[in-house]
């Protein structure tokens, strides 16, 4: 199923392996500071995957939601398919390391049975044994006819024995894989973020454990059109014989834009992290109030229910390490009683400007924010800290 040409992936993969290698080297991560790039990630990734196929959230929203504080503009159906995609990412992080894994059909009804949230309106965990059309999503026309019902069961299974045997690279199944579950569109709905599912755990499965490699979906969220045009090169119904190393080429491309993107930033919202933990244990705060002072940085409403789980605390904790921040003006409330939040404080620009050695605009947060993270990035590449 599905043939592709090597030779025009290895120069992609040789330089994925490089970077594999070189992040690798750089060792383990602090961990406050790990565990807080990984939340973020997760929920781009999420809100991401999700918004391509029509869920109507944000990345705020999701953060929220995924800590247990759904904002209440979200339906609670949007945050189940919200949760479901964690909890089928889970399922990839849990199952990966696995001596006994194996590629099989279940397994791929499992991980979208937790991408629908258990939805049975929406046929999660069930293949389809109707016809299928792959619509464009502006013009409305039909652009990809996939295989008929009655064939899904057997090419799934002949997709997951290729996957089981082995391909040349775990980018080579990532992007193969990927490609394969779109076009048998095994299902009725969750085709998609079922298919970048199963490309994040081969990666995962092929020793790419870092997020900078399992979050491709927030690339390919921000570049939408490249992602629909990789598929072009499956013709206009399905194929099994279809050469897809065009789709492979793109998909390795977006992996290398994704993980050179992911790590300049990683490396100056470290140093922002570090400055906001600074600053909290001079005022006398708890180190866990880096978590709210953080996102409050970024511009995020900050609530008690939100915070409670990121720090791990009681409502009475959460109240007392709020309202620290606020007594130390590193945030600032809006709003009373249950509908109380938290935003920045007027001591936070300039505190931060002052650790981290950059002038920062009075009075205007938006504009304090991207100097920092400006300069930042920029003391980052002079300092040869990016790895090329």
């Known amino acids: ?14 330089e994925l392996d490089a970077w594999r290698d070189k992040l690798d080297y750089r060792g383990p991560l602090p961990r406050t500071w ?54 089928a990412m889970g399922i990839v992080l849990r199952r990966a390391d696995d001596p006994g894994f194996q590629w099989n059909r279940e397994l791929l009804v499992a991980l979208h049975d937790r991408v629908l949230g258990s939805s049975y309106a929406m046929g999660a965990g069930r293949l389809r044994t109707t016809p299928a059309w792959v619509v464009d999503r502006d ?101 099994e014989g279809t050469d897809v190393t065009p789709f492979l080429v793109a998909h390795l491309e977006a992996q290398l834009h994704q993980v050179r993107a992911l790590d300049l930033r990683g490396r100056t919202q470290r140093r922002v992290w570090e400055a906001i933990e600074r600053i909290v244990e001079d005022a006398g705060l708890k180190s866990r109030t880096a978590n709210a002072v953080w996102d409050a940085f ?3 409403l900050v609530t008690s229910r939100y915070y409670r789980p990121l720090a791990d605390v009681s409502v009475p904790t959460a109240a007392n390490d709020l309202g620290g921040c606020v007594a130390a003006s590193l945030l600032s409330p809006v709003g009373q009683g249950r509908s109380r939040a938290y935003v920045h404080g007027s001591r936070l620009f300039p505190l931060l400007g002052e650790v981290l050695g950059v002038e920062v605009p009075e009075d205007d947060a938006d504009a304090a924010r991207a100097r920092i993270i400006t300069e930042l990035t920029q003391m980052v590449i002079k300092d040869g800290e990016v790895v090329s």
């Open 1 to 14: 199923m599905f043939r592709y040409k090597i030779n025009p992936l290895k120069p992609l993969l040789a």
């Open 34 to 87: 790990a565990g807080r790039l990984r939340r973020d990630l997760e929920a781009e990734s999420v809100a991401a995957s999700t918004s391509m196929e029509g869920v109507p959230v944000t990345v705020d929203e999701v953060r929220r939601i995924l800590a247990g504080d759904r904002p209440s503009q979200v339906s609670a159906e949007d945050a189940d398919l919200v949760d479901g995609y964690r909890e």
């Open 139 to 239: 013009s409305g026309l039909e652009i990809f006819e996939p295989p008929a019902g009655e064939r899904v069961p057997s090419l799934v299974d002949e997709m997951c024995a290729t996957l089981q045997q082995g391909l040349e690279h775990p980018g080579v199944e990532a992007a193969w894989a990927h490609v394969s579950a779109a076009a048998i569109h095994p299902f009725r709905d969750g085709n998609g973020r079922s298919a970048r599912v199963l490309a994040s755990l081969a990666m995962y499965r092929g020793g790419f454990k870092l997020p900078e490699f399992t979050s491709l979906e927030e690339w390919w969220g921000r570049h939408l059109d490249d992602y629909y045009r990789a598929f072009a090169c499956l013709g206009r119904a399905f194929d």
């Open 298 to 300: 970024f511009g995020r």
